[in-house]
């Protein structure tokens, strides 16, 4: 069992920066992959970025590419979301998720573990 704790967000103004963090709980967080995952006030939850347990491998959905980036501490239990040239558009909770599969997954139905989520707000 993992659970999973998001803080770091804020609001900030378009063209800024943030960086949310996720601290788990449970000793199989190194075998887990990890997402992140964003919904936005009458929209479905959806997925923004995922890294693999060993971190060597991640993946975004386009319309982050080149401004967010996902890593990954096992030393500590954290996953990390680095943001910038953030816009209006990114405004959203955003949540962290783990899944006990190899491979990189992107829908929220393939994952087990799911945080309370953090609101980023940015405004124009």
């Known amino acids: 069992q993992v659970q999973l704790v998001e803080s770091g967000g804020g609001l900030v103004q378009a063209g800024g920066s943030l960086r949310l963090s996720c601290a788990a709980s449970?000793?199989?967080?190194?075998?887990?992959?990890l997402g992140w995952f964003r919904q936005a006030p009458g929209k479905e939850r959806e997925f923004v970025a995922a890294?693999?347990?060993?971190?060597?491998?991640?993946y975004y959905v386009n319309s982050v590419k080149g401004r967010f980036t996902i890593s990954r501490d096992n030393a500590k239990n954290t996953v990390y979301l680095q943001m910038n040239s953030l816009s209006p558009e990114d405004t959203a909770v955003y949540f962290c998720?783990?899944?006990?599969?190899?491979?990189?997954?992107?829908?929220?139905?393939?994952?087990?573990?799911w945080g309370q989520g953090t609101q980023v707000t940015v405004s124009s």
């Open positions: 449970g000793r199989t967080f190194s075998r887990c992959g």
């Open positions: 998720a783990g899944h006990k599969w190899v491979t990189i997954r992107t829908r929220t139905t393939e994952y087990d573990y």
């Open positions: 890294i693999n347990w060993s971190g060597d491998s991640t």
